[in-house]
């Protein structure tokens, strides 16, 4: 069981080059989101996806694109990279329990640099 | 979506000592929790709270919910307990899966 996969963990792309994020649950889990972390500022939610074939926006989606063709994966995509996009990127999935809520298993973060 | 934001910003603890991190939210929110980041990055969940008290060992948590602020505290800090506390929640009128995070309170903990 290997819980919330992210990959790469360290990228450094150029202005207006394109990459995905690749993030992988093995828990079977419908909720999986995407987040970057930048200084000061906590975790912002990007894209999120309520289960196979459903994503919504959070609140900064802008130049990001999502896609969860299947209940395991769901990547997310930087069209064309801009300098604003340097930040951690953290995946995290779960499942809500009529108990426990919807407790979160993040992944391990990716560090990208866009120079 | 919510408002939360999370008091003090920054708390230094000498080990041992004792302290509360606070949570407002600006609205009535579903799924409050609480989590941690060690200083490697690393985020865990401590606790799903939306109202009551919890405890988990030296950590216990309260929440409010008609007076809109969650609490953290933590008894005899240790070392370990370095990092950054996160609050987060999902305002009501919102999806489950939307959850809405504050700043974050970054704890030291010094020998």
């Known amino acids: 069981n290997a819980g919330v996969t992210q990959t790469p963990k360290f990228q450094v792309l150029k202005t207006g080059q394109s990459m995905t994020l690749q993030c992988a649950q093995d828990?079977?889990?419908?909720?999986m989101s995407w987040y970057r972390q930048d200084p000061g500022m906590g975790l912002r939610l990007i894209h999120y996806?309520?289960?196979?074939?459903?994503?919504d926006q959070g609140e900064v989606p802008n130049g990001y694109n999502v896609s969860r063709s299947t209940t395991e994966d769901f990547p997310l995509r930087l069209l064309s990279a801009a300098p604003s996009q340097t930040s951690v990127y953290f995946c995290?999935?779960?499942?809500?329990?009529?108990?426990?809520?919807?407790?979160?298993?993040f992944g391990e973060g990716s560090w990208l640099t866009v120079v | 979506g919510i408002q939360v934001e999370q008091s003090p910003p920054d708390l230094i603890l000498q080990e041992g000592a004792n302290s509360t991190l606070r949570c407002n939210f600006s609205?009535?929110?579903?799924?409050l929790q609480w989590f941690h980041q060690n200083p490697w990055g690393q985020l865990i969940n401590l606790f799903y709270?939306?109202?009551g008290t919890k405890q988990n060992g030296r950590l216990s948590a309260t929440t409010v919910a008609t007076e809109r602020y969650s609490l953290l505290y933590i008894s005899s800090s240790q070392t370990t307990d370095s990092g950054v506390y996160f609050c987060?929640?999902?305002?009501?009128?919102?999806?489950?899966?939307?959850?809405?995070f504050g700043a974050g309170t970054q704890v030291v903990v010094t020998p």
């Open positions: 995290a999935s779960s499942i809500r329990q009529a108990s426990s809520g919807n407790t979160i298993y």
């Open positions: 987060a929640g999902v305002g009501a009128a919102d999806s489950w899966g939307k959850l809405q």
């Open positions: 609205d009535s929110v579903n799924n």
């Open positions: 709270i939306p109202s």
């Open positions: 828990m079977n889990h419908e909720y």
């Open positions: 996806s309520v289960g196979a074939g459903i994503t």
